[in-house]
């Protein structure tokens, strides 16, 4: 069990260029979330896929995001025309189902940080 | 949507001193309740959780937190912190009747351990 994994850990990018995050969850996992954070707030739901069905999707969520897990099994999220309010910690967690809906612990990766200049 | 609030952002406390973090969050349906932990430079990892049953929950590191319904309070108590005890907490819920999966987070304590 290599944990949650993401990359890139951090990227500096203009304002108005596209950027892609990955995320490799806990290989059993089928269920993940993306968070976004920023400083001074705790984390925000993105949006949520159970294998590969994207289930939920935030109002945060605006058209410029899109997120996919192809296969069930590793994730991106996109950005497309990144702005300075994009800049933040983007969250990736998995969880095992099994459990009612909300009940399972969540399994962090360490975030990739996005700083829009 | 739920509201947590974690009313105190920083709370230095002395090395084998008692810490009380507190969590309150908004209740029109019932949750469920967690504590997450936050190391500088790592992901958050699960403290403790309320789903059921006692309302005194006892989570790693010497931790625990009690549910209490009318309060709408989830407090996370250290009986004596570590240094190691450093680190950003969060609190969460998630709503037990709804078929989302969404878990709202308070906007974090920093506890700070003094020697």
């Known amino acids: 069990d290599t944990g949650v994994s993401q990359d890139p850990r951090h990227k500096i990018t203009k304002r108005g260029q596209n950027v892609t995050f990955r995320c490799d969850p806990i290989s059993e996992h089928n269920r993940l979330y993306w968070y976004r954070q920023t400083l001074g707030q705790g984390p925000e739901f993105l949006t949520y896929f159970q294998n590969e069905a994207q289930l939920e999707k935030s109002r945060l969520l605006s058209d410029r995001f899109s997120a996919e897990r192809p296969k069930g099994s590793f994730s991106t999220l996109e950005i497309q025309r990144t702005e300075q309010g994009d800049s933040a910690m983007y969250l990736c967690?998995?969880?095992?189902?099994?459990?009612?809906?909300?009940?399972?612990?969540?399994?962090f990766g360490e975030g990739s940080r996005l700083t829009v200049l | 949507a739920q509201s947590v609030t974690q009313l105190d952002s920083q709370v230095p406390v002395f090395e084998e001193a008692p810490v009380e973090l507190r969590c309150n969050y908004s209740s029109s349906v019932s949750v469920y309740l967690f504590w997450y932990v936050q190391y500088p430079n790592q992901g958050l990892q699960l403290l403790l959780k309320y789903l059921s049953g006692s309302t005194l929950v006892k989570g790693i590191n010497g931790f625990e937190a009690e549910f209490n319904k009318s309060q709408t309070s989830f407090h996370l108590r250290k009986p004596s912190v570590h240094i190691s005890d450093t680190a950003e907490y969060f609190c969460a819920v998630s709503e037990i009747y709804t078929a989302g999966n969404q878990f709202y987070f308070g906007t974090g304590t920093s506890l700070t351990v003094i020697p």
């Open positions: 967690a998995s969880s095992l189902a099994g459990g009612a809906p909300g009940t399972g612990e969540l399994f």
